[in-house]
T-cell receptor
Framework: NAGVTQTPKFQVLKTGQSMTLQCAQD?????MSWYRQDPGMGLRLIHY???????DQGEVPNGYNVSRSTTEDFPLRLLSAAPSQTSVYFC?????????????FGNGTRLTVT | TQLLEQSPQFLSIQEGENLTVYCNSS?????LQWYRQEPGEGPVLLVT?????EVKKLKRLTFQFGDARKDSSLHITAAQPGDTGLYLC???????????FGKGTTLSVSS
């Protein structure tokens, strides 16, 4: 099993450009989420989904859109990139949304917005 | 808003020393997890604790969940260079689905 796969690994954007960060999991997990990680800030939740067709906002959703058309995929869209969105983005999935269900993380996408 | 405060933020020790990392909150969590992250990779789960007062051991690592389920600690005995990494605690609220992370403790163990 590949687990959680994120593409691309690295990306440089100019301010105002748009792009989609891809995330796919092959573990049939219902719950998927996106986090951003910045120095000294830990992991902050952007958006999450408890199943296909269902998404909700996390702690820092502004500037990001998501959709969940299939169980496997959970893409993150930046409609108009800003320098403040320079960060490392992690996608994660788990079999359940509550209790002690562990999150399985991808290896991240490092995004730089100039 | 539920917050998890981790301390210390940075820790640099010699091989063989013991250390403790703390994760504190004013909120009650239904469960708390500890993750370890190495450079260029995503966090990997170390342990989940769900019962107040619970203690779990993973080789030289001991995890404890506070009686009131508001805090947790990670104790490493006889640290080794392979323990170097970023340690993150994460908690789920009583009714929430989202996992909230602390800011992490960066541990460096030198030989």
């Amino acid at each position: 099993n590949a687990g959680v796969t994120q593409t691309p690994k690295f990306q440089v954007l100019k301010t105002g450009q748009s792009m989609t960060l891809q995330c796919a999991q092959d573990m049939n997990h219902e719950y998927m989420s996106w986090y951003r990680q910045d120095p000294g800030m830990g992991l902050r939740l952007i958006h999450y989904s408890v199943g296909a067709g269902i998404t909700d906002q996390g702690e820092v959703p502004n500037g990001y859109n998501v959709s969940r058309s299939t169980t496997e995929d959970f893409p993150l869209r930046l409609l108009s990139a800003a320098p403040s969105q320079t960060s490392v983005y992690f996608c994660a999935s788990s079999s359940g949304a509550g209790g002690g269900s562990p999150l399985h993380f991808g290896n991240g996408t490092r995004l730089t917005v100039t | 808003t539920q917050l998890l405060e981790q301390s210390p933020q940075f820790l640099s020790i010699q091989e063989g020393e013991n250390l403790t990392v703390y994760c504190n909150s004013s909120s009650v969590f239904s469960s708390l997890q500890w993750y370890r992250q190495e450079p260029g990779e995503g966090p990997v789960l170390l342990v989940t604790v769900v019962t107040g007062g619970e203690v779990k051991k993973l080789k030289r690592l001991t995890f404890q969940f506070g009686d009131a389920r508001k805090d947790s600690s990670l104790h490493i005995t006889a640290a080794q260079p392979g323990d170097t990494g970023l340690y993150l605690c994460a908690g789920r609220g009583q009714a929430g689905t989202a996992l909230i992370f602390g800011k992490g403790t960066t541990l460096s163990v030198s030989s």
